[in-house]
C-alpha cells in the first residue's frame, strides 16, 4: 500500500493528489474491508521545491495542500535503485513499495541515439533555431525528440511545445521550396495548470503573468 511517485512537476503532483483522494476519501466509503488507511503516498524529488514551473506562492501553497492530504514529500532526494519491492534512495534510506511512478521526466525515443546526431540533455538531438539539425539543413525534428528552444531558451518536452513546433517546421518546409530563407521557432506560452485532487487547480499563466488558485 505504499506508493512512491519520482518527480514533484505538475506530472507527480497531479498523481499524488488523484491517489490521496483515493486511499483516504474514495476507497473508505464503499470498500470498508480495505485497510486504506496504512496507505501510503510519497512523492520523491531531487530539486527543493514542488511544481518548481510555478511562482513562489503557488509553490508553497501546492506542497501544504499535498501534506494537508497526507502526501509524504521528500525534497532534495534522488533516487538511487529501484527492486521489485523497495526504493533506495541515494541517502540512503529505503522505501518498501511494490509500485513506482516516474514523473521524473521523459527520454528521446532510442531513435535518436541511432542517428549519430550531437545529442543534448534526455538523448535530445541539439538543432538550429528553425528546428533543423545543424549541418543537415534538410532534417528538421519536432516534439521530445529535439531540443526545441525558442529564444534561447530550452523548452520542455510538452504537447504544446510539439504541436507549435510541428506548425513552424511545416512553414519552413514551404519557405524552402519557394526559395524563402528559414526562420527562428518562436514559443507562444499559453500556460498550463495542475490539479491537486478534487476542487483544487493552480493555473500559472506565464503570458500575461497572471497566477490564480481555482
Excluded at 496507505?39 to 495542500?65: H, S, T, W
Aim: charged letters at 25%.
Amino acid at each position: 500500500m505504499n506508493f512512491v511517485i519520482v518527480g514533484a512537476g505538475p506530472t507527480g503532483v497531479e498523481t499524488a493528489g488523484a491517489l490521496a483522494d483515493l486511499f483516504y476519501n474514495l476507497l473508505p466509503r464503499d470498500y470498508h474491508q480495505l485497510a486504506t488507511e496504512t496507505a501510503r503516498v510519497i512523492i520523491v524529488e531531487m530539486g527543493q521545491e514542488v511544481l518548481a514551473q510555478f511562482k513562489d506562492n503557488l509553490r508553497v501553497y501546492a506542497k501544504e495542500q499535498l501534506k494537508k492530504r497526507q502526501v509524504e514529500v521528500r525534497l532534495g532526494e534522488a533516487v538511487a535503485e529501484i527492486g521489485p519491492t523497495s526504493v533506495r534512495l541515494k541517502s540512503g534510506e529505503e522505501i518498501k513499495a511494490h509500485t513506482l511512478i516516474w514523473a521524473a521526466g521523459v527520454r528521446a525515443n532510442p531513435l535518436a541515439d541511432m542517428l549519430g546526431l550531437p545529442q543534448g540533455r534526455g538523448g535530445r538531438v541539439k538543432l538550429s533555431p528553425d528546428l533543423s539539425v545543424p549541418d543537415h539543413p534538410e532534417i528538421f525534428v519536432v516534439g521530445d525528440m529535439g531540443e526545441v528552444a525558442s529564444d534561447g531558451k530550452l523548452l520542455p518536452q510538452l504537447g504544446s511545445v510539439a504541436m507549435q513546433s510541428g506548425d513552424h517546421v511545416g512553414r519552413q518546409i514551404a519557405r524552402r521550396l519557394q526559395g524563402e530563407p528559414g526562420q527562428p521557432f518562436k514559443y507562444w506560452d499559453k500556460g498550463f495548470m495542475a490539479t491537486i485532487g478534487r476542487g483544487l487547480r493552480w493555473s500559472n499563466f506565464r503570458t500575461n503573468e497572471h497566477c490564480t488558485a481555482l
